[in-house]
């Protein structure tokens, strides 16, 4: 990550987008909403972020550590989501499927799918 330091209020930050996906970038910045306005551009092979208006009794050495700590925390998220994405699928199919009952065979003739005749009615 490479910062740019415009004035004490407004920074830039730019991120490899080789190493952080879009969703990870906007997960990671979705939680500082409420401590500054930020706006992200994709250039190339890099995430611009622009953070403006950034509040003055804020340290932004120590932001910037927590954004890094962020992003490698949502990254880390995103590689164990797509890693176990099979496993969680077949947890919620076992789940959902209510003992196996429908390995049995379903009432009635494969030529009356509903199972009842209107001469009974």
Known sequence: MVVNKLDNRNFELSINSLLYNESVIH???????????????????????????FPEHL????????????????????????D?????ALLIAKAFAHSDEFDEAPPGLIDD?????????
């Open 27 to 53: 997960k990671c910045f979705y939680w500082y909403c409420d401590k500054f306005s930020f706006d992200i551009k994709i250039q190339k092979d890099l995430f611009v972020v622009s953070i403006t208006n």
């Open 59 to 82: 340290n932004f050495d120590e932001i910037l550590i927590a954004i890094k700590k962020d992003l490698i925390d949502f990254k880390t998220r995103d590689i164990i989501a797509n």
């Open 84 to 88: 176990t994405a099979n496993i969680r």
């Open 113 to 121: 799918p509903v199972g009842f005749k209107l001469s009974d009615f």
